[in-house]
T-cell receptor, first 113, second 113 residues
Framework: DQQVKQNSPSLSVQEGRISILNCDYTNSMFDYFLWYKKYPAEGPTFLISISSIKDKNEDGRFTVFLNKSAKHLSLHIVPSQPGDSAVYFCAASDGGSQGNLIFGKGTKLSVKP | NAGVTQTPKFQVLKTGQSMTLQCAQDMNHEYMSWYRQDPGMGLRLIHYSVGAGITDQGEVPNGYNVSRSTTEDFPLRLLSAAPSQTSVYFC????????????FGQGTRLTVV
């Protein structure tokens, strides 16, 4: 049973517009959430994170929103750029000392010029 | 400062052969882990280690062995490769403490024929 779900395998957005990537989770013990970006033939790279004590975290063009009651988080990219085209993974941690991450299946974002 | 280095980048094995995927980090992180990425499956945790001499199983450990003799190295061993182990393997490191991002290597693409 998937604990972290990304229900949209792909998303296509026009350059300059907003990209919204969604993620749902089932485990209420998760208290730290991360987004990773992955280009083909490269390893995932950390993008942005949010602790469960917050509902929003912003870093430049990237903002992550967390709705704990709905067990839902989203990544907003504004404005979207062609270089943002990649696979985006949502991940969650239960905050234990091990730091194990549970990943979603990813959403492939295509930003068209 | 290389970060996380994985070798080899590509490997083809015959069914039943054994091999070791290497992972080395120069970030002085206590936590190291191995993930596999399969199409449509996201990243799944194979094994992890919270320090030298300590390893534990993740979500999909069968068919793989690990050891951690030093802080820097965390090799992943396939004792008898099977076609089901065809995948892209990623090594990751992070500080202990849970709420911290993981840093990934470039990946090893393994094909078992």
């Amino acid at each position: 049973d998937q604990q972290v779900k990304q229900n949209s395998p792909s998303l296509s957005v026009q350059e300059g517009r907003i990209s919204i990537l969604n993620c749902d989770y089932t485990n209420s013990m998760f208290d730290y959430f991360l987004w990773y970006k992955k280009y083909p033939a490269e390893g995932p790279t950390f993008l942005i994170s949010i602790s469960s004590i917050k509902d929003k975290n912003e870093d430049g063009r990237f903002t992550v929103f967390l709705n704990k009651s709905a067990k839902h988080l989203s990544l907003h990219i504004v404005p979207s750029q062609p270089g943002d085209s990649a696979v985006y993974f949502c991940a969650a941690s239960d905050g234990g000392s091990q730091g194990n991450l549970i990943f979603g299946k990813g959403t492939k974002l295509s930003v068209k010029p | 400062n290389a970060g996380v280095t994985q070798t080899p980048k590509f490997q083809v094995l015959k069914t039943g052969q054994s091999m070791t995927l290497q992972c080395a980090q120069d970030m002085n992180h206590e936590y190291m882990s191995w993930y596999r990425q399969d199409p449509g499956m996201g990243l799944r945790l194979i094994h992890y280690s919270v320090g030298a001499g300590i390893t534990d199983q993740g979500e999909v450990p069968n068919g793989y062995n690990v050891s951690r003799s030093t802080t820097e190295d965390f090799p992943l061993r396939l004792l008898s490769a099977a076609p089901s182990q065809t995948s892209v393997y990623f090594c990751a490191t992070s500080r202990l403490g849970g709420n911290t991002e993981a840093f990934f290597g470039q990946g090893t693409r393994l094909t078992v024929v």
